[in-house]
Nanobody, 121 residues
Framework: VQLQASGGGLVQPGDSLRLTCAASGRTFGNYNMGWFRQAPGKEREFVARISRGSRTTSYTDSVKGRFTISRDNAKNTVYLQMNSLKPEDTAVYYC???????????????WGQGTQVTVSS
């Protein structure tokens, strides 16, 4: 499956952004989807994931209550709604697809190219 992330940008603290990941190729609905991020000088980290049928979601503690992951299997798309953004959310955000349900990076077989999110006043 090919993944294309978009929606990043430069915003101020407290603003919102919605990231979009469009999938093509293999059947999107067969995959659990995740969002990860990588800040400069840091390792890539898990942000959120959603199961194939949207029944379960999971978030890293630092984004709970601010970020929401969702998907539309009819549109082959997964979203990450980010509210109340903080400077520490600044990173390149990646979407990824996995046959397994989890948060470990090595579970994800397919990756998008990343979209930059910068939160700064």
């Amino acid at each position: 499956v090919q993944l294309q992330a978009s929606g990043g940008g430069l915003v101020q603290p407290g603003d919102s952004l919605r990231l979009t990941c469009a999938a093509s190729g293999r059947t999107f609905g067969n995959y659990n989807m995740g969002w990860f991020r990588q800040a400069p000088g840091k390792e890539r980290e898990f942000v959120a994931r959603i199961s194939r049928g949207s029944r379960t979601t999971s978030y890293t503690d630092s984004v709970k209550g601010r970020f929401t992951i969702s998907r539309d299997n009819a549109k082959n798309t997964v979203y990450l709604q980010m509210n109340s953004l903080k400077p520490e959310d600044t990173a390149v955000y990646y979407c990824a697809a996995s046959a397994e349900l989890g948060y470990q990076i090595n579970l994800y077989d397919y990756w998008g190219q990343g979209t930059q999110v910068t939160v700064s006043s």
